[in-house]
C-alpha cells in the first residue's frame, strides 16, 4: 500500500483491507505516542539534543537538484514544512540510531508535499497527491541524469508518507524517517523524543506560521478513497492544533 506501483492501478484509493490497515497505522502511531508520554513522566524517555548544523543535508547533485524544484513550485510555509519534515526526521534517526542516507532523504522531505503545489498536475480530486508527487519527482530526477532506481527510491518515499506509519525494513530508512518527519510536523508525533532546545532551534529557523493553509488541510478537495480524504474525514476537516504550542510559549496563527 502506497507505493508507486501500487498507486499506477487505482489512482491512490484505497480497498476496504487497506482502510483498515491506514486505521491500524494510525492506533499505532497513537499507542507509541502514549508509550512517549508515559516514558517522559517516568523519567525513562531520553530526548535527543541535536544541533541543526550537523544535520544539514550535503551539498551534493541530488540536494541541489532537489532544492531547485522546491524553490520554484512551493510557496514559503510548504517549503518551510519541508525543512521541518527533514530536520525532525534526522533528529528522530539520531535519537533511535537509525542510519540514512542524507541526500536521498532530504530530496524526498524536501518535495514530499510537490503535488500540493498550484502548478501541480492532475489535481487532487483526481489522483492521490502523494502518488502523483512520487511520480513527478521520479521523472524530474531521470530527467536529471539520476539513476532511475534512485528516482523510483525517492518518489517512492514520497508516495508512502500518508500512510501514516511506514516500515523501514521493508521500505527503507529514508521513507521511514519521512512519515515519522512530516507526522512530527504536522501532529507532533515523536516529538517528545526530542529537547526543547533541538525542537526550539528548528521552528526559530522555519516557522510554522501559514503551515495549515500551505497544506490545505482544510479547503483540499482530495479525491475520494484516498489516504488523505480518509485522515481528513477523520478530524472532521478540522485542521490540528498546533502540536508545539509548548515551545514558543505564544499563541501562533498558523492560517497567516
Known amino acids: 500500500m502506497g507505493t508507486l506501483a501500487w498507486g499506477e492501478a487505482n489512482a491512490g484509493e484505497l480497498a476496504a483491507a487497506e482502510r483498515c490497515r491506514l486505521l491500524g497505522n494510525l492506533a499505532y502511531v497513537q499507542m507509541l505516542e ?48 519541508s525543512w521541518r ?3 525532525f526526521g534526522a533528529m528522530l534517526a539520531k535519537q533511535e540510531r537509525i542510519e540514512f542516507d542524507k ?34 519527482v521520479h521523472q524530474y530526477l531521470i530527467a536529471k541524469g539520476h539513476p ?11 508516495a508512502l508518507h500518508l ?12 521513507a521511514h ?19 526543547q532546545r533541538s525542537l526550539e532551534q528548528v521552528l526559530t529557523r522555519f516557522p510554522r506560521d501559514g503551515v495549515i493553509d500551505a497544506l490545505k488541510f482544510e479547503t483540499a478537495n482530495h479525491r475520494q478513497g484516498t489516504r488523505a ?7 472532521g476537516g ?3 492544533p498546533d502540536p508545539f504550542q509548548h515551545v514558543s510559549g505564544e499563541r501562533r496563527d498558523l492560517r497567516d
Open 34 to 81: 502514549t508509550l512517549d508520554f508515559l516514558g517522559q513522566r517516568l523519567g525513562l524517555l531520553r530526548p535527543t539534543d541535536t544541533p541543526l548544523e550537523a544535520l544539514m543535508p550535503p551539498q551534493t547533485a541530488l540536494v541541489a537538484d532537489a532544492l531547485e524544484l522546491a524553490t520554484t513550485t512551493h510557496q514559503q510555509a510548504l517549503i518551510l514544512h
Open 85 to 87: 519534515t527533514y530536520f
Open 103 to 136: 541526500s536521498i532523504f532530504f530530496a524526498s522531505a524536501i518535495l514530499h508535499d510537490v503535488g500540493l503545489t498550484d502548478d501541480h498536475s492532475p489535481t487532487l480530486c483526481a489522483r492521490c497527491f502523494a502518488i502523483s508527487g512520487g511520480e513527478r
Open 148 to 158: 532511475p532506481e534512485l528516482g523510483r527510491n525517492v518518489g517512492d518515499a514520497i
Open 163 to 174: 500512510n501514516a506509519w511506514v516500515s523501514k525494513r521493508r521500505h527503507g530508512a529514508e
Open 177 to 195: 524517517l519521512l512519515s515519522r518527519g512530516a507526522f512530527c510536523d504536522l501532529f507532533g508525533a515523536g516529538r517528545r523524543r526530542l529537547t
Open 229 to 235: 480524504a480518509i485522515m481528513t474525514g477523520i478530524s
Open 238 to 240: 478540522k485542521a490540528p
